[in-house]
């Protein structure tokens, strides 16, 4: 078999559902997988330390391509060795194109056939970015799995307008390849790993758009696939559109994804969606909701969210989450994350953060045992039904 970036092998199935191991030039991760997202090369109020202990173990964290090509910049990055000996984390990374933040830019950006220009959300200078500079970027940053640079549509896109958008994106996926082939046969990723029996090049991940179009989203995928990717990604949901429109994308297309390909959900999502998603047969997903939420008090637990602000929590001296075996709940009760939040300590955040990072990682480590014992179904029924049963 020739050498490919990655190795990706389903052992295990129970419906649509699966559970499998993608091996990267980083070492190996059992999916479904949670995915941390790192924006500017740091998961928010997390040491790598604990993102590396046993009870968190995140085999693979996300970086921003748009928020560090700004700041620091990129021949910072290269001139420290690359992203991953920047940031002192030696297992694997994805960085995201740059399209989706450039996208949520707005008015701010103009987009032409070439590329998106726009305004630094930094300093206010003029940037451009396209399928050429967000590869040159990504190999610099030297990350082991590289988003091809895609345009997205608003969720409720009209048709026309999503055709041209998804066109676009087709054309910026084969500029994105040609570039990415380019910058590896000239050995300029910084992140290269010899001697593994993978080639030790990054992987490319083509991303599937038009919007809530479903004839859109099959000549997305088609055109995605006839150009080639190591992997594909759903894109351009979360993005404003009812919650069903989204499951229904994901419905149609996961199941016509190619089934030797890790497959990716981008940007989501809760808990539910997550085992949503692995219904639907998708292998891979990153959200910020964890550490964002973990920052703003609250907390994901296996009983549903708990608000660190509520006053019925000022004496309780139960853990976050009876059910968690994280560090933090080993430790702290309620009332002292309560009262750190309300005193307005960092150490509320970091806290928080980590037991929401360890209650969606562990979440999707349950994931996978029920898939390879082939009880997902009724693993996601008790599961959803816990958390609706609201915490006390
Ligand atoms: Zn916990």
Redesign the pocket.
Known sequence: MPKSPINFQVNAGDGQARAGVLRTRRGELETPVFMPVGTVGSVKATRFEQLEAN?LDARIILGNTYHLWLRPGIETIRACGGLHKFIGWDRALLTDSGGFQVWSLGDLRKISEEGTEFRSHVDGSRQFLSPEVSMDIQAALGSDIVMVFDECAPGQAPSNEARQSMELTARWASRSRQRFDVLQSEGLDTGRVEGTTLTGAQALFGIVQGASHMDLRRESLNRTVDIGFDGYAIGGLSVGEEKSVMWEVVGEIGPLMPVDRPRYLMGVGTPEDLLAGVALGVDMFDCVLPTRNGRTGQ?F?SRGKVNIKNSQWTTDTR???EA???????RHSRAYLRHLYMSGEMLAGILLT??NL??FLDTMRRVRQSIRSGKFTQFRQEFTDMVNSGAD
């Open positions: 009870d907390a637990t853990p976050l989450d968690c075996h994280c560090s933090v709940c080993q980590h037991h360890a209650f």
